[in-house]
C-alpha cells in the first residue's frame, strides 16, 4: 500500500512559479505521474517520471515549463511548474504505477493516488 500526499499549491500570478511536492510513504519503485483536473473537465495527464528517475514525460501543453523530478531517498516527487498561466488552473493530483509496468499518461492506470492540491493562477 502507497499513500501519497500532496502539498505546495496555492495562488499564484500568471508568469510566476510553484512547485508542488509528493510525499509517498512505503516503498519508491513506483513509476510517478502528475494529472490535473480544472472545474468540469476530465483529469489530464501532466508529466510522469520512472522509477529511477532515468526516463520524464511531459503533456504538450506543459513542456518546457514544467519539470518533474524525484528524490527516492526522501520519498518524495516534485513537479517545478514555471511561467504559469491561467488555463494551468486546476487540482493536482500525485499517482503511482507499480513498476512491473512501463510508464503511462493513462490515470487509470495508476494503482495510487493522493487527494490533491489546488493551484490558481490568477492576477
Known amino acids: 500500500q502507497v499513500q501519497l500526499v500532496e502539498s505546495g499549491g496555492g495562488l499564484v500570478q500568471p508568469g510566476g512559479s510553484l512547485r508542488l511536492s509528493c510525499a509517498a510513504s512505503?516503498?519508491?519503485?513506483?513509476?510517478m505521474g502528475w494529472f490535473r483536473q480544472a472545474p468540469g473537465k476530465d483529469r489530464e495527464f501532466v508529466a510522469v517520471?520512472?522509477?529511477?528517475?532515468?526516463?520524464?514525460s511531459y503533456a504538450d501543453f506543459v513542456k518546457g515549463r514544467f519539470t518533474i523530478s524525484r528524490d527516492n531517498a526522501k520519498n518524495m516527487v516534485y513537479l517545478q511548474m514555471d511561467s504559469l498561466k491561467p488555463e494551468d488552473t486546476a487540482d493536482y493530483y500525485c499517482?503511482?504505477?507499480?513498476?512491473?509496468?512501463?510508464?503511462?499518461?493513462?490515470?487509470?492506470?495508476?494503482?495510487?493516488w493522493g487527494q490533491g492540491t489546488q493551484v490558481t493562477v490568477s492576477s
Open positions: 512505503g516503498r519508491s519503485n513506483h513509476h
Open positions: 517520471i520512472s522509477w529511477n528517475g532515468g526516463v520524464t
Open positions: 499517482a503511482a504505477r507499480r513498476v512491473v509496468f512501463g510508464i503511462s499518461k493513462t490515470s487509470t492506470d495508476y494503482d495510487y
